[in-house]
């Protein structure tokens, strides 16, 4: 939102006495990569010029919290624009002694098992059966005490698309109840034994989903809801199977929950520790990934299950952020540009832009620090990037704009910038950006128009 919001330099200790931040807390650095990645790095050009605009000689301090990551030098040199690193514990002597924590061999941990239902007519089916095992499984443990069931008795079900999870829920309202019929038929739970044995058939009366399309206020609901807990009786409040796909890779902390059903080999080996990471973290946890074999990549990891498992930090992906890439420049080297004219150009700029950038020192400051970004992160694309930049300050003194633009619906008058996603107003020339204003949604999105006339072929 820096483009944005011109009020924002307050943060930096521009419109005030005071000093601009000094120190930087980040979390979960291992999740600021790939495209979010490169977003993130190339507005931390703004925000690094921004924290030493008020003649701060030192940039910053940044402390960051990581877990499986590889190859973290170089993610940070692309992030923190080339800083170098220190990572703190040290590695030490023993790698069952990480400082935070100590590795305990007398208590059982998590137990992976992995499903290669080749015999089966497909994948679906192999769900289905697996799904409906696992659920009463819980309900068929001989055990005095309930509560001692309770960990088990929340399915987490993990998904690597909204689109596999959609189909999936379906299943959980026809498929799975009918298979459950048919396996209690098998183990003899059937209605002539009496209300004994209908006591220990297992229902699902409440099955919850956690992904993008819920709505973010429904989110801390359905989060306080997996912590209730299984009692002496019946109660409906308990989730029985919640469908969740890499939204809970990050915040999902239930210490209750140690079943999982993983669908498909997650793309990467650090989401797919993250993921499983989320059951098992009181109790043993187990782990149950069901392999499509129609997938060769699926075979493979099935086929190297224990090799894999037993040495799985090995395989974490290195990550990949490219900030100044064609793609990223061309889709938000504008924002960083008018945010720091914005906020380094006094008051009259930072309300509106109908004053192109007048001063050149202040243009030939905005590409100082832009060309040192580059040339210490991706020199060979300084070229490219200082091009585009000419570009446009070039534009927005050959028509000058009589708004910055905002979020109100849009009218005829030209702004310099809109939301990105957002309709474009059909009077508007090529002129005005579309300019992120989140970092929800970081990946091109293609628009469909629907034609209503054709070209005649003759």
């Not at 170089?74 to 800083?83: H, T």
């Not at 956690?210 to 989110?219: A, D, E, G, K, V």
């Not at 997650?266 to 797919?272: G, M, R």
């Not at 090799?307 to 420049?329: D, G, K, L, N």
Request: charged content about 25%; aromatic content about 8%; glycine content about 6%.
């Amino acid at each position: 939102m820096l483009p944005w919001r011109p009020e924002a330099k307050s943060l930096f200790g521009l419109s005030h006495s005071y000093s601009p931040p000094d120190l930087i807390i980040q979390d979960e650095l291992h999740l600021i990569s790939g495209p979010l990645g490169s977003m993130v790095a190339h507005y931390e050009t703004a925000i690094e010029a921004l924290c030493r605009a008020a003649d701060a000689q030192i940039p910053p301090k940044i402390v960051a919290s990581r877990a499986t990551i590889s190859r973290a030098n170089e993610q940070i040199g692309a992030l923190y624009n080339g800083r170098s690193v220190f990572l703190f514990p040290p590695q030490g002597l023993e790698v069952g002694d990480s400082f935070f924590a100590k590795e305990n061999r007398s208590k059982p941990g998590r137990c992976y098992v992995g499903v290669f239902a080749s015999a089966l007519p497909s994948h679906v089916t192999a769900q289905i059966r697996v799904v409906s095992a696992l659920l009463q499984s819980a309900k068929s443990i001989p055990v005095e005490d309930q509560k001692l069931l309770d960990p088990f008795w929340t399915l987490m079900v993990y998904f690597n698309s909204i689109r596999e999870l959609g189909h999936a829920a379906t299943l959980i309202r026809a498929d799975i109840r009918e298979y459950m019929n048919a396996m209690w038929d098998r183990q003899g739970l059937t209605k002539d034994l009496g209300a004994d044995a209908l006591k220990e058939r297992r229902f699902i009366n409440r099955d919850l989903e956690l992904t993008s399309r819920i709505q973010s206020n429904r989110i801390p609901e359905i989060l306080q809801e997996l912590f209730n807990a299984v009692g002496p009786t019946p109660d409906f409040s308990v989730v029985d199977v919640c469908l969740a796909t890499n939204m809970i890779q990050v915040g999902l902390d239930v210490p209750r929950l140690s079943l999982m059903a993983i669908v498909g080999q997650p793309k990467t080996t650090a989401e797919y520790i993250q993921a499983s990471s989320r059951v098992g973290r009181r109790e043993p946890g187990v782990v149950v990934t069901i392999y499509n074999p129609a997938r060769p990549r699926d075979r493979s990891h099935y086929e190297h299950f224990r090799a894999y498992h037993q040495s799985i930090y090995r395989f974490v992906e290195p990550t990949s952020i490219t900030p100044f890439a064609r793609p990223v420049v061309e889709r938000a080297l504008h924002a960083v540009a008018v945010a720091l004219i914005r906020m380094l150009g006094g008051d009259a700029l930072s309300r509106t832009p109908d004053t192109p950038p007048p001063d050149d020192e202040l243009v030939q400051r905005l590409k100082t620090i832009v060309q040192e970004r580059v040339s210490n992160i991706d020199e060979q694309q300084l070229g490219a990037v200082l091009e585009r930049l000419d570009f446009i300050i070039k534009e927005w003194r050959r028509v000058p704009p009589s708004k910055y633009g905002g979020f109100a619906p849009p009218d005829a008058e030209e702004p310099l910038m809109y939301p990105s996603g957002s309709e474009r107003h059909p009077r508007w020339s090529t002129r005005p950006l579309p300019t992120p204003s989140s970092m929800r949604n970081v990946d091109a999105t293609c628009d469909l128009r629907v034609l209503s006339t054709f070209p005649d072929p003759d």
